[in-house]
């Protein structure tokens, strides 16, 4: 119990977003607009995904590596999008309280501050056009952004980087 409690102590930030936003999702319906054209990328091409990329790249080639995940979350159980976006969501949050841990002194109400700015944003205007689309071309580059903001800050200040997280900045600037 007590570890437990610690954890909870530790990440309340975190079980908050996750619970937060993790029931969102399980309310989310993604069988309109954009949605429904993103899920039916991969049988238009008969599953021939580099064909997709090439017609894609022709049309579009800034969003080639977006457009590759929504068709591939847009062809996949709802559930599995559900839970990498919350991943994501989590994922942004995490970078975004470590930038602001780089820049603030070690208080308690650090956390706040974050938990704040990301619960005041109106999650709702991701449905606008299909939630698996509109998520994956502007949260998810969001996330891939405060990811690389984080390295460059905490590489500007000294901070230690550990080597397999250039790697992951070499695709977080991919997408």
Do not use: C
Request: zero cysteines; a positive charge; proline letters at 3%.
């Amino acid at each position: 119990m007590k570890k437990t409690n610690s954890f909870l102590t530790k990440y309340y930030d975190y079980v908050i977003i996750a619970f937060i936003y993790g029931l969102l999702h399980v309310f989310m319906h993604t069988d309109y607009w954009d949605d429904i054209a993103t899920s039916q990328i991969l049988t238009k091409y008969n599953f021939n995904l580099l064909q997709a990329l090439s017609d894609t790249w022709n049309i579009w080639s800034s969003r080639i590596f977006i457009h590759v995940a929504e068709a591939i979350f847009g062809y996949l159980p709802n559930y599995v999008w559900k839970t990498v976006d919350v991943i994501i969501i989590l994922t942004a949050y995490h970078f975004f309280n470590k930038i602001v841990t780089i820049f603030s002194p070690n208080t308690s109400a650090k956390k706040i501050w974050p938990l704040l700015f990301f619960l005041s944003f109106p999650y709702s205007l991701f449905a606008t056009a299909g939630w698996i689309t509109t998520t994956i071309n502007y949260s998810w580059p969001f996330a891939m952004l405060f990811y690389g903001i984080y390295l460059f800050v905490a590489s500007s200040r000294n901070v230690p980087i550990k080597w397999h997280s250039y790697i992951l900045y070499f695709f977080a600037l991919l997408f």
